[in-house]
């Protein structure tokens, strides 16, 4: 049995808290523009936490 899976939303919702607490700014998006954290919920995996930089300008 996969915990993190079932956890679903509930557990999104943990981490986004963990990481602001942190000090993280998390996005309401997937993946953000601008750069930072983006965290959603795959049923097939569990919670995904990706880091993107934000764009540098030439």
Do not use: C, K, Q
Request: net charge negative; hydrophobic share 45%; charged share 20%.
């Amino acid at each position: 049995m996969n915990d993190a899976s079932n956890a679903g939303p509930d557990l999104e919702l943990l981490v986004r808290r963990e990481l602001t607490e942190a000090g993280f700014t998390v996005e309401p998006s997937l993946l953000s523009a601008d750069g930072g954290l983006g965290v959603w919920h795959d049923p097939a995996r569990g919670v995904i936490v990706t880091w993107a930089p934000p764009p540098t300008a030439w």
